[in-house]
């Protein structure tokens, strides 16, 4: 399955985001999708996940100030940001898979969107 992310852009600190998350021309309906952020010169972080069920997991860091949520017959995950911090600033990619946060049980990545807050 092939992955699109969108929604990210250059925004004020306290502001709010929502990516998107697509699959285009195809479905993914049958994995857990994840949503993970990469800071420059910082490792890949697991931000939040939905399952089949429709149940959520999020970081530590995230909980309290991102939602996400999915639409399978739209084929799209969305991840909604509340109150942005610079901290947040990073490529956020989103990813389909098996797994919770653990990034090698994702298999199926797409291209990330740029997330830059400026405090």
């Known amino acids: 399955v092939q992955l699109q992310a969108s929604g990210g852009g250059s925004v004020q600190a306290g502001d709010s985001l929502n990516l998107s998350c697509a699959a285009p021309?195809?479905?993914?309906?049958?994995?857990?999708i994840g949503w993970f952020r990469q800071a420059p010169g910082k490792e890949l972080e697991f931000v939040a996940s939905v399952g089949i069920d429709l149940s959520t997991l999020y970081s530590s860091t995230a909980a309290g100030r991102f939602t996400i949520s999915r639409d399978d017959n739209k084929a799209t995950v969305n991840l909604q940001i509340d109150s942005l911090k610079a901290d947040d600033t990073a490529v956020y990619h989103c990813a389909a898979g098996y797994g919770s946060s653990d990034s090698r049980q994702y298999h199926h990545w797409g291209p990330g969107t740029q997330v830059t807050v400026s405090s």
């Open positions: 021309g195809g479905t993914f309906s049958s994995y857990v």
